[in-house]
């Protein structure tokens, strides 16, 4: 009650209190200074070039995403993506949903070591180039072929290039192969005999350079020859002493557990499609035989970052696989690093897929600082859901805020948390059911699942023929 004109408070014990209505103007704010203490309410949204993703959960507007125009923009200091979640939230799908968009703003995507076979109904879908290694198969990818030599590169430029590469991937494959660091004269076999295979002492144009094959390559080093040795200088059989054993690993490999996927008719790659695919899915000897058909892809890469003109995303799906390994952790730290191009390499982006950030930390003690470093140099993070153990490691590595955190353990299927630079949007992934994208992204239909039609689960969220994407890591 109103008693100020009175002059006196009510009776009883609050006598001599006068209560009155306050008349105050209304505050007004601008909504970056309201974001500041309302980030998830009154956040303006993402305002972006780039392709379709989803829906933002808050702000109920389009959410899009295209790595290479933020960082042009000035947004992000790299294009590098992280993803991260539980087996049936979403990744796979997302990743494959960002593939096929991106095309469209003139993005191209390569896979080097597909290990589920997972994206191959997509890319040849898109026309994309699907390279299928393993027994049976007829065709083998060598990893010492080199492309043609781009119009714009000097000859002397293309063949140390060339060279190089093949240096750096014979000692990668080398030190998988053996589990060890190469000595040093392990590694001068190497050169010898790369020199030998291509004639690189002879200084011949880029025309007439030699397609060297590893199997080439192994028996070489089994067998040295006195222009070898005569090279360094030193007596042949030190030499042939110094390289039996790399060579001895070299042609187990090739004739042993991988057999059939170096030694077969090679593959043409034609880098002009919208992607390219390797399908590793049928090599199921062991795990060093996947890791070496690993450096082989990342070689292919480098070779399709360094001869071509175009932007790549670089996709590593399941990346708990290849961090196992030092030497594929360094290949991917370096292409990070090599993200924004140079003179040389073009723009890519790689996008790396764990369940988990403790993936990274729980990597070998030799590469674990390195590991930890992909997750650095990733701009991008998109988190799905995580279990409750995890949630205290993604907070500590990601920075997250309270009201972050606790949203991670409730995160349905195929919403997921962005974190862009310094902002945060919560994000619901969205394909057309029945669309051209619907059947690409599934990946789960050898557990014989189908996916439903009708309405989707939240109609006032998503609308009447639109629902989340299903995982296609668990059942539809």
């Not at 063949?159 to 000595?183: D, H, K, M, P, Y």
């Not at 279990?387 to 993604?394: L, S």
Request: with cysteine.
């Amino acid at each position: 009650m109103d008693v100020a004109p009175f002059g006196r408070g009510p009776a009883g014990p609050a006598a001599g209190r006068v209560f009155h209505r306050l008349r105050l103007r209304a505050q007004e704010e601008t909504t970056a200074q309201v974001a500041g203490c309302y980030p998830f309410v009154a956040e303006r949204g993402f305002h972006a070039d780039g392709a379709y993703i989803g829906r933002d959960r808050y702000t109920r507007g389009a959410f899009r995403y295209d790595p290479f125009a933020l960082y042009r923009a000035g947004e992000l200091p790299n294009p590098n993506v992280g993803i991260f979640g539980t087996i049936g939230s979403g990744k796979s799908s997302l990743i494959k949903t960002m593939a096929i968009r991106l095309l469209a703003f003139g993005v191209r995507f390569v896979v080097p070591a597909d290990t589920k076979g997972e994206m191959v109904p997509m890319a040849r879908a898109v026309g994309a180039t699907v390279v299928s290694l393993g027994p049976g198969m007829g065709t083998a990818l060598n990893p010492l072929w080199a492309p043609p030599k781009p119009d714009r590169m000097p000859d002397r430029t293309y063949i140390e290039l060339v060279e190089q590469q093949r240096l750096l991937l014979l000692t990668a494959l080398g030190a998988t192969a053996s589990g060890r660091a190469l000595t040093a004269r392990e590694e001068t076999g190497i050169e010898l005999a790369l020199a030998q295979l291509t004639r690189g002492a002879d200084r011949i144009g880029p025309a007439r350079m030699r397609q060297p094959t590893l199997a080439e390559f192994a028996d070489l080093l089994l067998n040295p020859t006195p222009a070898m040795a005569a090279a360094v200088p030193i007596p042949l059989p030190v030499l042939a002493g110094d390289c039996l054993d790399l060579g001895l690993r070299f042609r187990a490999m090739i004739k042993g557990s991988l057999k059939g996927v170096f030694d077969g008719d090679t593959v043409n790659v034609d880098w002009t499609r919208p992607g390219v695919v390797i399908d590793i899915s049928r090599i199921r000897a062991s795990d060093a035989g996947v890791a070496l058909t690993m450096t082989c892809g990342q070689a292919l890469v480098d070779q399709i970052l360094t001869f071509t003109d175009h932007q790549w995303l670089r996709i590593l799906d399941e990346c708990w696989r290849q961090i196992r390994y030092p030497h594929i952790v360094r290949r991917i730290s370096e292409g990070q690093k090599l993200a924004r191009g140079d003179d040389v390499t073009t723009g890519s982006a790689t996008i790396i897929s764990l369940h988990r950030i403790s993936d990274l930390a729980g990597a070998d003690p030799d590469v674990r600082d390195l590991a930890l470093g992909l997750l650095a140099d990733c701009s991008t993070r998109i988190l799905y859901n995580q279990a409750d153990d995890q949630i205290p490691t993604t907070r500590t590595a990601l920075h997250l805020t309270d009201m972050e955190a606790d949203l991670l353990p409730k995160l349905p299927q195929a919403t997921a948390l962005w974190k862009i630079g310094q902002r945060s949007f919560l994000v619901d992934h969205t394909v057309l059911k029945d669309g051209h994208e619907w059947h690409l992204i599934q990946t789960d239909s050898r557990m014989g699942t189908t996916p439903t039609h009708g309405q989707p689960d939240k109609p006032g969220d998503l609308g009447a023929d639109a629902t989340p994407a299903d995982s296609g890591e668990g059942v539809a």
